[in-house]
């Protein structure tokens, strides 16, 4: 579902989405490492939804986007997560790649990691 062309279409949404998501699952900066659970993807289809549907919330905040390298190591390995990464910032491009490939960048499968 989060495809970088669906993600590209609906990117208002989503950064309001994220805006709304952020605080409660990135409570504080260790947060940031955990493993994400279905329950997170749950929880943000629901505030997408939610947002999709028109009801009012606050202004999306700004948020720092810095596009990867193309010769970084997520290009090789994680070449989605890295196009997300162009247009998000690090952890909702995490998250979202994790959602639609199961595959998490911090906590990469045996194969990679090695």
Request: glycine residues 4%; charged residues 20%.
């Amino acid at each position: 579902m989060y495809t970088l062309d669906f993600v590209s279409q609906h990117l208002g949404e989503i950064r309001m989405a994220f805006s709304l998501f952020h605080p409660l699952i990135f409570q504080n900066p260790c947060c940031e490492f955990r493993r994400f659970t279905t329950a997170d993807v749950q929880l943000f289809e629901e505030l997408f939804n939610k947002v999709r549907s028109g009801v009012s919330f606050p202004v999306a905040p700004v948020f720092v986007v810095q596009p990867v390298w193309c010769n970084d190591f997520y290009y090789n390995e994680y070449p989605g997560y890295a196009r997300l990464r162009d247009i998000l910032p690090l952890l909702h491009a995490r998250f979202l790649w994790w959602a639609e490939s199961g595959d998490d960048i911090y906590h990469p499968s045996v194969s990679v990691s090695n």
